[in-house]
């Protein structure tokens, strides 16, 4: 048997602990299953106030010591273990930094000092270690606010038991960097040669996730297709010449979802199970979502949902750009799920005034409705202009609600085109994010509901006997951990041979 890894995730959110995105379902899920095939798998994230998940948490006596530039600063380490795992958890208490409910905007409400909460943990979480007296293989980092963990790998703690550790980042998302003042590197106690073009700096500011990117020993994100857009100028946010230049260690691997959450077969949350097999608890899920979006109770209606962030990434701003015309055109209901912008909140607001019973809106974040949407809608809407992944269009295809998405990152990757000749696929993909792509895809799916009923029940069943279990993409991080773990020790070897 391969041998077990000591592995060490560092992530500003986990799910259930906390979650902003869909990055906590990957920590978490990754975790148990890396957990399952034998690792020693800790992880280690900010203690933000208000965490109900982590009420069996005990506080070390003595405090963690974290070595920022210039000062030592501290942090009291709250110990438990990943709710479903045995996967250690680390919580960092500060209360400056993460006495705040809020993840990406500490206590003085003020994103500015982001770069001092996020040095901190990236400092702390290599601090940690060593107060555990416990050296991972690997460190597995998450986006930018993790980005400084694998500078201080490779600069401050080279010559330190630390400085074995071989490190890996995934990107889940490249709008998100972490651009703060270059003063930065001088807080968190970097050395100064850091802070250079091929580090770093980026046009004369630091920028967390590109020095993360360049020093990190292997790079992931959370698709093939993804990991191809973003080198390019258009999907690499500034940063593709970069990542480029880092192709051989480059991965795109998909993200599974956790089943023991999201299968029809054992949710807990819906008003009745169904499987594949037995579909009867679908139509139960479709009437409670129609009550509970105010929605006419009607079982030959379609459904269109939504489950999302209403961020421009999601292209929603389409779907409301043609409420008017689908209330017009077509015998359907919509019910979408979701906060976000304020100006998309209102339109959704808005169009659900107009056609009572016909269109719905909850803005508002419940996890119970998510899974009801997801559970009783007939169709899932997706139309994102950009996606690493996606976790809504697995979760549909779970319950038998066939995505509708862009061809776009990880949603090419993971749903397959209806073919009317063949009668196969399982969802229906378009290219342009323009309104009017939108609707005629609609129009599509709606014609399918109403026109070709085998179609939609084999579309149906295609969907739901996919497998997105954490299992495959598991083992493929291992690959990524075993070949980083390699690389790192051969470096180590020529570095000592120079010194
Ligand atoms: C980000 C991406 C999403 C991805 C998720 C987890 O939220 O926008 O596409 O599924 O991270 O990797």
């Given at each position: 048997?391969?041998?077990?890894?000591?592995?060490?995730?560092?992530?500003?959110?986990?799910?259930?602990?906390?979650?902003?995105?869909?990055?906590?379902?990957?920590?978490?899920?990754?975790?148990?299953?890396?957990?399952?095939?034998?690792?020693?798998?800790?992880?280690?994230?900010?203690?933000?106030?208000?965490?109900?998940?982590?009420?069996?948490?005990?506080?070390?006596?003595?405090?963690?010591?974290?070595?920022?530039?210039?000062?030592?600063?501290?942090?009291?380490?709250?110990?438990?273990?990943?709710?479903?795992?045995?996967?250690?958890?680390?919580?960092?208490?500060?209360?400056?930094?993460?006495?705040?409910?809020?993840?990406?905007?500490?206590?003085?409400?003020?994103?500015?000092?982001?770069?001092?909460?996020?040095?901190?943990?990236?400092?702390?979480?290599?601090?940690?270690?060593?107060?555990?007296?416990?050296?991972?293989?690997?460190?597995?980092?998450?986006?930018?606010?993790?980005?400084?963990?694998?500078?201080?790998?490779?600069?401050?703690?080279?010559?330190?038991?630390?400085?074995?550790?071989?490190?890996?980042?995934?990107?889940?998302?490249?709008?998100?960097?972490?651009?703060?003042?270059?003063?930065?590197?001088?807080?968190?106690?970097?050395?100064?040669?850091?802070?250079?073009?091929?580090?770093?700096?980026?046009?004369?500011?630091?920028?967390?996730?590109?020095?993360?990117?360049?020093?990190?020993?292997?790079?992931?994100?959370?698709?093939?297709?993804?990991?191809?857009?973003?080198?390019?100028?258009?999907?690499?946010?500034?940063?593709?010449?970069?990542?480029?230049?880092?192709?051989?260690?480059?991965?795109?691997?998909?993200?599974?979802?956790?089943?023991?959450?999201?299968?029809?077969?054992?949710?807990?949350?819906?008003?009745?199970?169904?499987?594949?097999?037995?579909?009867?608890?679908?139509?139960?899920?479709?009437?409670?979502?129609?009550?509970?979006?105010?929605?006419?109770?009607?079982?030959?209606?379609?459904?269109?949902?939504?489950?999302?962030?209403?961020?421009?990434?999601?292209?929603?701003?389409?779907?409301?750009?043609?409420?008017?015309?689908?209330?017009?055109?077509?015998?359907?209901?919509?019910?979408?799920?979701?906060?976000?912008?304020?100006?998309?909140?209102?339109?959704?607001?808005?169009?659900?005034?107009?056609?009572?019973?016909?269109?719905?809106?909850?803005?508002?974040?419940?996890?119970?409705?998510?899974?009801?949407?997801?559970?009783?809608?007939?169709?899932?809407v997706m139309p994102s202009r950009f996606e690493p992944c996606g976790l809504g269009q697995l979760y549909a295809m779970k319950y038998g609600t066939l995505p509708i998405v862009r061809a776009t990152g990880g949603l090419i990757d993971t749903v397959e085109q209806y073919s009317e000749k063949r009668h196969s696929g399982t969802g229906f993909i378009f290219d342009f994010a323009t309104p009017d792509a939108l609707y005629y895809t609609m129009g599509w799916a709606c014609s399918t509901y109403y026109d070709r009923p085998d179609d939609m029940a084999k579309l149906r069943k295609s969907a739901m006997s996919q497998s997105f279990k954490w299992d495959?993409?598991?083992?493929?991080?291992?690959?990524?951990?075993?070949?980083?773990?390699?690389?790192?020790?051969?470096?180590?070897?020529?570095?000592?041979?120079?010194?």
């Open positions: 048997m391969a041998r077990k890894m000591k592995i060490l995730m560092v992530a500003p959110e986990v799910t259930p602990i906390v979650k902003v995105g869909g990055l906590a379902d990957v920590v978490g899920a990754l975790s148990k299953a890396l957990v399952e095939s034998g690792h020693d798998v800790r992880i280690v994230m900010p203690k933000y106030s208000g965490l109900q998940q982590v009420d069996s948490a005990t506080p070390d006596a003595q405090p963690l010591i974290v070595q920022m530039g210039g000062h030592e600063a501290y942090a009291r380490v709250w110990r438990t273990e990943l709710p479903g795992s045995t996967a250690k958890l680390y919580l960092l208490e500060h209360n400056q930094f993460y006495g705040a409910t809020s993840v990406y905007t500490g206590p003085s409400g003020n994103q500015d000092d982001n770069a001092q909460r996020f040095a901190f943990l990236s400092r702390a979480a290599i601090d940690l270690c060593e107060y555990l007296d416990w050296i991972p293989d690997v460190v597995h980092c998450h986006d930018w606010s993790t980005g400084l963990t694998p500078i201080y790998l490779n600069t401050t703690e080279l010559n330190k038991p630390m400085g074995r550790a071989a490190s890996v980042m995934t990107l889940h998302n490249m709008e998100h960097q972490g651009w703060f003042h270059r003063n930065l590197v001088g807080y968190a106690g970097l050395p100064d040669s850091v802070f250079r073009s091929d580090g770093l700096e980026s046009m004369g500011e630091a920028n967390m996730l590109k020095g993360g990117i360049y020093h990190s020993t292997k790079i992931t994100t959370v698709s093939p297709t993804y990991a191809k857009e973003i080198q390019t100028s258009d999907g690499g946010g500034g940063l593709h010449h970069l990542l480029s230049q880092r192709c051989k260690d480059l991965v795109g691997v998909v993200n599974g979802i956790d089943e023991t959450e999201w299968d029809p077969k054992v949710d807990t949350l819906i008003p009745e199970k169904f499987t594949v097999r037995k579909l009867g608890g679908k139509a139960t899920c479709k009437a409670a979502l129609q009550a509970a979006y105010g929605l006419e109770v009607n079982p030959a209606v379609p459904v269109f949902g939504v489950v999302s962030r209403l961020a421009n990434q999601k292209g929603l701003d389409l779907l409301a750009s043609i409420g008017d015309r689908l209330m017009a055109e077509m015998h359907i209901q919509v019910a979408v799920l979701g906060t976000g912008e304020p100006s998309l909140e209102h339109d959704f607001s808005e169009l659900a005034n107009r056609y009572p019973g016909r269109f719905g809106a909850q803005l508002r974040f419940s996890n119970e409705l998510a899974h009801l949407t997801t559970a009783g809608a007939d169709f899932f495959a993409s598991a083992s493929l991080y291992e690959d990524v951990y075993r070949e980083a773990v390699a690389v790192r020790q051969a470096a180590f070897v020529a570095w000592k041979a120079e010194s």
